[in-house]
């Protein structure tokens, strides 16, 4: 690039920040003069708001001047609020304002128009934009195409450009490091910069480096469904965090981030995110996995972790009932079981109290199935529970007669009944009227208990209910297009039962547990939220998406997945695609392909690919690095040894390493191991943990959806990975690295990398 155009763009450049300087001069003497002015508000309270209250007209007065002063004072906060949270978007353009700029002619305009392209709008006069917001509309240009003409979306429709030149630049510190035209659509060199660094314990934004198809996802506003289909690395989750950060800036003002909910793999995965947003000047959606959605919501049953749901094996019949229970038919059987109790078969336990049972289930059924047959289960409840508060009501004279009353009276100390008198302000006219009182005191408190029973809807008995509804399945599933009997189902419902007994359940159980439950409470879920995310969206049933779908009624879904990463569901996950296409309006769903994949040097996404039995499909980004290493050790002591001063190579050359192995005690006792060895490890035993630079030890279930500079795959044997279905996890566990691989083997190697040509690894005994 020539001299003089890096001198004009600096120039460019030093007028832009100083108009920035002025800007946060601007604001910041905004913030110091309504700090001022909020002292100064508060200060006066006390003479500018005149205290009357003799009279009614004083006490209106009074209260007409304390409003006013308090909407002076929030007035005040509102901006001071707002000039703070600008001055720190200023200070932020300040040292980094744009990475593009565009010059484009429009249709029939006479002149091309020049534009910049930042992290954040910045205008010096009314609608004289010095800098766009890479979100902005016509920012699309520089995402969509290169040289020449390029389309984009506008509230107006799609607008047709004449791109003539396409610039980008790094900046640090107001200073440009380098400046290059291209006429690509985001430039190689810049994505190669980009994707050459080290790994952080923290995910980066992506915004100048978007390529057309996340832009795609990134800006869709139109689907109820969107279904990102991408390899490992493809930017998946990279995508859909701008995405947010996107459609919070689209619907400012109407949309805020609490009303977004992002279903994440685990905790760690959460945590490694966490930053993405926040460095975009957002603030964070909700973040939550699919285990704490459902454990919370259930907090006196133990719900299977993560760690215990991957150590489960699933082998002939647990297999064909995990696919049952996973299904969408399942899904409508539970459905349809529900509905039915509207006429019959609801179960109730007995209101007690005081060990004696004051309301028996009985009446409750009467009560319940007395209403008629117009009303829903919604209704039917409600209704049910307000009969039984009546009831309590009128059993509170009954029970005033009780011995135990009168005994509980004359113990109340002066104080009980002070405090009795000052709640219910009663006053005290003779002896047997105050008697009455606080015999009536005394009860209404001990059925409080009571009374939240029947709020909290614990009359109804959920486990006998969700014990008869499995048994009853058997009747509306069709169990032989499953490979099942009725015996099979019959054992099926034992082992539920036996588990409900210690108070556990499976992550399947307990979402069927939790939507039975919903539908017999007329949940109507949770109507604020508006956009739901599902990362890595293979690893959830059909069931499980059907109830989020039905918790989540207002809310359009962006679901990630790559099928070939399956590592709970396994084959099930292929029919995905067709199972989530049922629950959406097909008009209204997209599905986006991304098949680059940009975590991962050419040379390791070259071998991962050819794991799978279908990656052909994937594309590896031009990226250089060195093959992976495949090391077979004769025994344990040879491979810790190779582990060993793998380890100490990776650590001098790059940040962070990650060993991974396949189940938590695997990883436990390389931990050990590795201790004794005197090799420094960190071992990452939960998803509450936090990932740390350096070496860590990490179970496979954990890696989902992180990545490392460098990986060491621990105990690729024949003995550890001998079955078909372990090749999706073998395919994730080696996609974690971005620039080094190891594979290393106690003994024979799995055969899961006999398809992989040996020209595209190093192998070493
Ligand atoms: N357009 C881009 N520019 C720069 N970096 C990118 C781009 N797209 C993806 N990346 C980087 O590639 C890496 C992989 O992205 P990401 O984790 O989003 O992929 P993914 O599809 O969710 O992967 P997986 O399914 O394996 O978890 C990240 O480091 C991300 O920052």
Known sequence: MADSIKDQEQQHLNYVTDQIKVAENNFSSKVKSTKRDIKGINDNFGNDVRIKTDTYSGMMETAMSIRQQQQMLAERENRQEYAAKQLVTLTKLEKNPYFARIDFQENGEAK???????????????????????????????????????????????????????????????????????????????????????????????????????????????????????????????????????????????????????????????????????????????????YQYSSHRLPSIEVETLSQRFDEQFTGNARKVNEIKGSLDYFKAVTAYANHLNKEDMRFKNLVFQGKVLIPKEKIAEIYYGFNENYNLRNRLSATKESLLKILNRKVRVEMKKDWVEEAVQNLTKEDIQRMHADAEEEIENADKEFNFLARQIVIQSFRKVQRQINRNHFLSMNNQFVHMMRSLSQIIDLPAYGLTEDDWKQVVENTIDRLKNGKLSIDDATTYLYLYDLMTGKRGERDIRYLFIDEVQDYSAFQLAFLKFNFPRARFTVLGD???????????????????????????????????????????????????????????????????????????????????????????????????????????????????????????????????????????????????????????????????????????????????????????????????????????
């Open 112 to 290: 091309p128009e020049t534009i910049y392209i930042g992290m954040a709008s910045f205008t010096d006069r009314p609608d004289h934009y010095l800098i766009y917001d890479w979100r902005a509309p016509i920012s699309s240009i520089y995402y969509n195409g290169g040289i020449g003409d390029v389309s984009y979306d506008t509230p107006d429709g799609v607008q047709t450009v004449d791109v003539q030149l396409k610039r980008q630049f790094q900046i640090e510190d107001g200073s440009i490091k380098t400046v290059f035209d291209t006429e690509e659509v985001v430039g190689d060199q810049m994505l190669l910069d980009a994707l050459g660094g080290h790994s952080d314990t923290k995910m980066k934004s992506i915004v100048t480096t978007i390529q057309k198809e996340q832009n795609k996802i990134i800006r869709d506003t139109s689907s109820e469904l969107l279904f990102v289909q991408g390899a490992a690395g493809s930017g998946k989750t990279a995508a859909v965090l701008q995405r947010v950060a996107y459609l919070l800036y689209q619907y400012s003002g109407k949309l805020h981030s609490g009303q977004i909910v992002l279903f994440s793999p685990n905790q760690l995965f959460n945590d490694y995110i966490n930053q993405v947003l926040p460095e975009l000047g957002e603030q964070n959606m909700v973040q939550m996995t699919f």
């Open 563 to 765: 099928l070939n990463q399956a590592i709970f569901t396994h084959e099930n996950s292929h029919k995905l695609l067709d199972e989530l296409s049922d629950m959406f309006d097909s008009e209204k769903t997209s599905v986006v392909q991304l098949t680059k994949s940009y975590r991962s040097t050419a040379q390791i996404t070259d071998f991962t690919k050819e794991i799978l039995d279908d990656g052909a499909a994937i594309e590896s980004f031009n990226r250089e690095g060195e093959k992976p290493v495949i090391s077979v050790a004769a025994n344990e002591a040879t491979a810790i040894e190779t582990l060993k001063q793998q380890a100490a190579e990776n650590l001098e050359e790059h940040e962070t390493t990650a060993i991974i192995g396949k189940t938590l005690e695997e990883c436990e006792q390389l931990s050990k191991k590795l201790k004794a060895a005197g090799v420094r490890a960190t071992f990452v035993r939960t998803e509450n943990q936090r990932l740390v630079n350096g070496i860590i030890i990490v179970p496979s279930f954990l890696a989902k959806g992180l990545e490392f500079d460098s990986i060491i795959m621990w105990n690729a044997s024949k003995e550890n990975y001998a079955d078909e279905d372990d090749r999706q996890l073998v395919y994730t566990i080696c996609t974690r690295a971005m620039h080094r691989l190891t594979i290393i083997s106690v003994g024979e190697l799995s055969p899961l990398f006999d398809k992989v040509d040996p020209s595209l690894y190093q192998l070493q005994d």
